[in-house]
């Protein structure tokens, strides 16, 4: 098993940046892919950005392609997903996940996920 402890949102004015962390411990070999996800009220949860855990191989989601960076460190067993020029349509509860086989978008093939951490944008 391996447990992701999600942290840092909170509550930014539009343009304004902030950087999620999601510790991971436990079984952390087994990780294949990390990433983040996000749910607005009412919507479905997105895929935002994911990371391969050996190689670094990166796909951001259109929507945040150019704010937002996502990048780990494998010796401390963290993945990071730093966030600039955020907007009002950023705000969301974002959850970090991880994946022993797949690296693509869809939420349904992660396998352990993150308590979700509140992000909200004021404009």
């Known amino acids: 098993q391996v447990q992701l402890v999600d942290s840092g949102g909170g509550l930014v004015q539009a343009g304004g940046s902030l950087r999620l962390s999601c510790a991971a411990s436990?079984?952390?070999?087994?990780?294949?892919?990390a990433g983040w996800f996000r749910q607005a009220p009412g919507q479905e949860r997105e895929f935002v950005a994911r990371?391969?855990?050996?190689?670094?191989?990166?796909n951001y989601a259109d929507s945040v392609k150019g704010r937002f960076t996502i990048s780990r460190d494998n010796a401390k067993n963290t993945v990071n997903l730093q966030m600039s020029s955020l907007k009002p349509e950023d705000t969301a509860v974002y959850y970090c996940?991880?994946?022993?086989?797949?690296?693509?978008?869809?939420?349904?093939?992660?396998?352990?996920w993150g308590q979700g951490t509140q992000v909200t944008v004021s404009s």
């Open positions: 436990g079984r952390t070999f087994s990780i294949y892919t």
């Open positions: 990371i391969t855990w050996a190689s670094g191989y990166i």
């Open positions: 996940a991880a994946s022993r086989d797949y690296s693509g978008p869809e939420s349904s093939k992660y396998h352990y």
